[in-house]
């Protein structure tokens, strides 16, 4: 069985610093995808960015990049420059290639502050 | 339309009263998916479409839980006889064909279900 961990229920930060939600995750497959996702109070969740296992690039997008460690079984994300628009749930997701199911973590409820 | 819908957005109801959600996923993506997220909780897998066949119904916590899909089309889940354990948010997200477990899954806005 696949899990994923999210350890920090909250954060807060002030408007244009960084920051970085982490997420550990526990799997016996070597093909797997790992996905961060955002929910804003409208409850829709949005793809922030994924990441295939067998690349050892780290995903970047625009302000948005994950450190991706296989070995440790950790994908943090981090988050430049930071918007009051990225006040959100954030949910580190992962799924097995072949598999139908996205296991998500508990979510690290992000606040950016003015 | 653009993305997926859910309907309805919010439905209170009363303990031991059925009820039935309804999601229409984006036009041509095959596979569509349930899932339930509890209060301050992530999201639970609760059954998978490919088509309108069920091959993992893995997630469904009970009998009293149901889903049909309509071709490659809406998708409707179905509570019995609701307990007040069943409030929750229940998302519906929808992917296009493609290698599986790779492709991004779109999510609708969901529906919350609260059962007094």
């Known amino acids: 069985a696949q899990t994923v961990t999210q350890s920090q229920p909250e954060m807060s930060v002030q408007e244009a610093e960084t920051v970085t939600l982490s997420c550990t995750y526990d799997?016996?497959?070597?093909?797997?995808?790992l996905f961060w996702y955002k929910q804003p109070p409208s409850r829709q969740m949005i793809l922030v960015i994924r990441?295939?296992?067998?690349?050892?690039q780290n995903a970047t997008e625009n302000r948005f990049s994950v450190n991706f460690q296989k070995a440790a079984k950790s994908f943090s994300l981090k988050i430049s420059d930071s918007q009051l628009g990225d006040t959100a749930m954030y949910f580190c997701a992962l799924i097995i290639q072949g598999a139908q199911k996205l296991v998500f973590g508990q979510g690290t409820r992000l606040t950016i502050n003015p | 339309g653009a993305g997926v819908s859910q309907s309805p957005s919010n439905k209170v109801t009363e303990k031991g009263k059925d009820v039935e959600l309804r999601c229409d996923p984006i036009?041509?993506?095959?596979?569509l998916y349930w899932y339930r997220q509890r209060l301050g909780q992530g999201l639970e897998f609760l059954i998978y479409?490919?088509?309108?066949?069920?091959?993992?119904k893995s997630g469904l916590p009970s009998d009293r839980f149901s889903a049909e899909r309509t071709g490659e089309s809406v998708s409707t889940l179905t509570i019995q006889r609701t307990q007040q354990e069943d409030s929750a948010v229940y998302l519906c997200?929808?992917?296009?064909?493609?290698?599986?477990?790779?492709?991004?899954?779109?999510f609708g806005p969901g529906t919350r279900l609260t059962v007094l």
């Open positions: 036009s041509g993506h095959t596979a």
């Open positions: 990441q295939e296992a067998y690349k050892q």
């Open positions: 479409f490919q088509g309108n066949s069920a091959p993992d």
């Open positions: 997200a929808s992917s296009p064909p493609g290698v599986l477990g790779g492709n991004e899954q779109f």
């Open positions: 799997t016996s497959e070597s093909n797997y995808y």
